[in-house]
């Protein structure tokens, strides 16, 4: 596998990237993986306590000698691959991807938190619970009209000890998706634990999500047995 084009760009990126704006040059960094199939650079924000957010993955196939983004069709359905010629391309794409992620970022935050409701409140009056054990939220999402569109689907099962489904519906309302999850836990005492979470997100968060999961699969490792 020829990674000299690969390594030429790569150590002439970050000082490109450095200079495409003070925003990333203060908050933005890259790291490499030469390992993968198709080496990648993978593009985050540092938020402290080593925790960091990726916001853009650039690909490199060995094959064809080329650079791509992968990018996703929701209407379509399908996933894509946009070709990036040189390392101008690369930038702009970074730096596109990048804004993106801090007009994101600034709208979450003009968010205000009720401490007594223990719920943030958007301007829209919309809320959405930040209690831990997702109690709060099944209390909200029991208020609004929920359509299922799907039953519950086993996405793992360990016999006699864990079990997790989720299920898919639609906010009848406002339109928005809704993902259930259900953890169910067998102890030694042969108990039922059950654990839900409800997630609701907007249709153009859908294909961001799907985007993110897809490009960092390779990344998850199995659940433990």
């Known amino acids: 596998m020829d990674l000299e084009w690969f390594d030429r760009v790569c150590g002439e990126l970050q000082d490109s990237l450095d200079s495409i704006c003070s925003k990333y040059d203060e908050n ?31 690909y490199f196939d060995p094959r064809n000698e080329e650079f791509y ?21 690369i930038v702009d794409a970074v730096h596109e991807s990048f804004h993106i ?18 719920y943030y409140v958007a301007d829209d009056d919309e809320l959405e619970s930040i209690d831990d054990d997702g109690d709060d939220a099944n209390i909200l999402l029991e208020q609004v009209d929920v359509e299922w569109e799907t039953p519950e689907v086993t996405a793992y099962y360990l016999e006699n000890e864990v079990e997790v489904t989720y299920q898919f ?3 009848q309302e406002t339109g928005d998706g809704v993902l259930r999850r259900v953890n169910r836990i067998w102890t030694e005492d042969d108990d039922l634990l059950k654990d839900e979470t409800n997630f609701i997100f907007s249709r153009e968060e859908a294909s961001t999500i ?16």
């Open 28 to 58: 933005g960094g890259m790291s490499v993986e030469r390992g993968s199939k198709h080496p990648r650079i993978d593009f985050f924000v540092e938020n402290g306590d080593e925790d960091r957010d990726y916001f853009c993955t650039i």
């Open 69 to 89: 983004i992968e990018s996703f069709d929701p209407d379509l359905g399908y996933e894509s691959k946009v070709v990036l010629a040189d390392i101008e391309d």
């Open 101 to 118: 992620y801090m007009d994101e970022d600034a709208a979450a935050s003009d968010e205000l938190f009720d401490e007594d409701t223990g």
């Open 169 to 171: 519906g639609i906010v």
């Open 210 to 225: 799907i985007a993110m999961i897809a490009s960092h699969m390779d990344a998850l490792s199995p659940m433990q047995q």
